[in-house]
């Protein structure tokens, strides 16, 4: 590496820090109150995100990118259907489907599913989450994986336990903004690899060849759990302002922070595409290591590696949090976040994710496969969602119009076809 490019990284390094500093500080001097919607992609932005797009990049080029713009999309509608459903209610999403779905036959099934699906479905995000932690220091400092997994699942512990929810929610705003940032700019310094390469890994592929990478792009962004977690920190954060003021700053907020979390997705699609052009004989995310570090020369791996840490330990804390907050007002008890319930729930999915992480021997088919999925179960809570935000329990200036109902209706029909495309490959 010339000192020319050393000096360019060195000042970019900088700049990262600063920002990430900045915006853990309390945001942008612009007036955008970043909280809620930054943990929103803290969230999805996680080891699930950089395995499967590293794999989309790697054997599909460019060409699954217009699923990760869908997945944009539909993740900024049915958040801002789930935040003002909660803001304008004063209520969580959990309690909101426990009150509409009282007194008839299928109200306590939707819920005992959701329960399910989210605890369940967590605490396995937590494993992938908490494995890909490890990866990603044992990647760039070559320090042991179980360890670093040991020390992520004690420090979300600690803050569970300690009640920090403002510390919790600018950790994670810092760690996103680096992170992002820094898998931004390494696409920019190595897009030009893209131009040489054959138009099929670079023109859109709609076909269903490729159902699986689809599904697992659209898992890892449109995450149901991230529904609940908005609505509540939602709550929490926006506490005593005019309701109108709230949706504003939420939508906003909510908006660019998401629209970020697409951007990095992007960036790690295009990283891989640039440095795996094509079949390799090793996993796909260890082919983009290995390039990375070939291409930049004692700082490719351990870029990388930081992202995937900043990654896993963002979504370790907001895995088990999401899952107390959900399951609790699903169950009519206190979603604050100092109540013994809520502890439980989230310490539990703290733990037995940790377990898994240490005890599995494929951790990236293990994130891969919750992403999967993940985007199985997305219709359901997508039409759970949608009739909520039509019912009468929002007052009626704020219930859905005509083209919100039409967007909305789009984005299920869609994930549903999908959904179903992929069931009849399963057991057809």
């Known amino acids: 590496m ?3 490019s050393r000096a360019v990284l060195w000042v970019g390094e900088v700049f990262l820090i600063g920002l990430a500093v ?37 054997t599909t080029g460019i060409t699954l990118i217009w699923a990760i713009a869908f997945s944009i999309f539909a993740t900024v509608l049915l958040q801002e259907l789930s935040v003002r459903s909660a803001l304008t209610t004063d209520r969580d999403l959990a309690t909101l489907v426990r009150d509409f779905g009282a007194g008839y036959w299928w109200g306590v099934p939707v819920l005992l599913l959701i329960v399910l699906a989210v605890g369940v479905g967590n605490a396995a ?14 990647t760039a400092f070559g320090v042991n994986s179980a360890a670093v997994v040991l020390v992520c699942a004690t420090v979300a512990a600690i803050l569970i336990v300690i009640n920090r929810y403002r510390l919790l929610e600018r950790i994670l705003v810092g760690l996103v903004a680096m992170m992002g940032l820094l898998f931004i700019g390494l696409a920019l310094f190595l897009a030009p690899l893209l131009w040489s390469q054959p138009e099929i890994r670079l023109l859109p592929n709609f076909s269903g060849t490729n159902l699986t990478l ?3 792009l659209i898992g890892t962004t449109v995450v149901p759990y991230n529904l609940f977690l908005h609505a509540t920190a939602a709550r929490q954060h926006w506490r005593g302002s005019a309701i ?25 699609v295009v990283v891989a ?10 996993p796909p995310l260890d082919a983009v290591i290995s390039a990375i570090e070939g291409q930049i020369p004692g700082w490719g791996a351990t870029i990388l590696g930081i992202g995937l840490f900043a990654a896993g ?11 107390g907050w959900t399951i ?23 733990l037995v994710g940790g377990f898994f992480a240490v005890v599995t021997s494929r951790p990236a088919a293990l994130i891969v496969t919750a992403q999967v999925t993940n985007a199985l179960l997305l219709p359901l809570i997508a039409l759970v969602l949608m009739v909520v935000a039509n019912s009468a329990l929002l007052p009626r200036a704020y219930r859905n119009h005509i083209v919100l109902n039409a967007a909305a209706i789009l984005v299920l029909v869609i994930v549903t076809l999908l959904a179903v495309s992929k069931l009849m490959k399963l057991f057809g």
């Open 2 to 4: 010339s000192d020319y």
């Open 22 to 58: 900045r915006v853990t500080a309390g945001g942008f001097s612009m007036g955008l109150r970043l909280g809620p919607g930054a943990m929103v992609a803290a969230a999805f932005i996680g080891p699930g995100t950089i395995t499967t797009a590293s794999v989309a990049g790697a």
């Open 125 to 138: 995000y937590q494993s992938g989450n908490l494995s890909g932690a490890g990866i990603g220091l044992s």
């Open 214 to 216: 689809i599904l697992a």
């Open 244 to 268: 109108d003021e709230a949706l504003s700053g939420a939508r906003w907020e909510s908006c660019v922070a998401i629209s970020f979390g697409g951007l990095t997705t992007t960036a790690i």
């Open 273 to 282: 595409a640039a440095l795996v052009p094509g079949a390799v004989d090793q």
């Open 313 to 323: 330990l963002t979504s370790a804390i907001a895995a088990p949090v999401a899952a």
């Open 328 to 350: 609790c007002g699903a169950m009519g008890w206190s979603v604050e976040t100092h109540s013994l319930r809520f502890k439980v729930v989230a310490l539990t999915v703290v």
